[in-house]
């Protein structure tokens, strides 16, 4: 069974500050790969998604992410957060031969100070 | 696009009360809609998968008798949480697959949620 990690459990920078969210996984086949955002009092919406091709993902907001398949790594990045980026931030790996079910890693506290 | 929405937003019920929470696709088709369950800072757990028209696939550890999944249409299903009890207290999260998109390349959307609190 794939399992998804999410190292920083609460992230504090300032505006205009880079952002990294590190996400690693476990299962070595194909995988798709998700960042979902969730603001406060609201639900969780699709910041970008890889399914195949350029490693590198670009997304809504700003934001993308880089998949390292060597690495199992699918990082997301912003080069300049906002206020507004203040949110949790939820990776989540689906294993087309492992059932397609979505496993969520623990989440990322994104606060983002004026 | 893909918007999902749920009904009721927050719920509180007295204990051994059962409680229905609906999920609705209001701009495509599902076939497959999910449902998980979030702890208080913790991310999200499936609880169950349900395809249209057949009967859902539950997660280990899940009571299926307790969490009651029906998913009639192709834009509806619904989780009836029966005989509540205080450790069901929770927020219940649905999420859905666009029919419309690739058999490999598909995204879930996800509902607002649904905040069940029993007493």
């Known amino acids: 069974a794939q399992s998804v990690s999410q190292h920083n459990h609460h992230v504090i920078l300032s505006e205009a500050a880079s952002l990294e969210l590190g996400c690693n996984y476990s299962?070595?086949?194909?995988?798709?790969l998700f960042w979902y955002v969730q603001y406060p009092g609201q639900h969780l919406q699709l910041l970008l998604k890889?399914?195949?091709?350029?490693?590198l993902v670009k997304g809504i907001k700003g934001f993308e992410a880089e998949f390292i398949k060597s690495k199992f790594s699918f990082n997301l990045r912003k080069p300049s957060v906002q206020w507004s980026d203040t949110a949790e931030y939820f990776c989540?790996?689906?294993?087309?031969?492992?059932?397609?079910?979505?496993?969520f890693g623990g989440g990322t506290r994104v606060l983002v100070k004026p | 696009g893909a918007v999902v929405s749920q009904h009721p937003s927050w719920v509180i019920c007295k204990s051994g009360t059962s409680v229905k929470i609906e999920c609705r696709s209001l701009?495509?088709?599902?076939?497959?809609m999910f449902w998980y369950r979030q702890f208080p800072k913790q991310s999200l757990m499936l609880m169950a998968t349900?395809?249209?028209?057949?009967?859902?696939?539950?997660e280990q550890g899940v009571e299926k008798d307790k969490f009651l999944i029906n998913h009639a249409s192709l834009t509806l299903s619904t989780l009836t949480v029966t005989s509540a009890h205080p450790e069901d207290s929770s927020f219940y999260i649905c999420s859905a697959r666009d029919l419309g998109q690739g058999s490999n390349d598909w995204a879930q959307y996800f509902g607002p949620g649904t905040r069940l609190l029993v007493l």
């Open positions: 701009d495509f088709q599902a076939t497959t």
């Open positions: 989540a790996v689906r294993a087309p031969a492992a059932g397609n079910k979505l496993t």
């Open positions: 299962y070595g086949g194909t995988v798709n």
């Open positions: 890889y399914f195949s091709g350029d490693p």
């Open positions: 349900s395809n249209e028209g057949s009967k859902a696939t539950y």
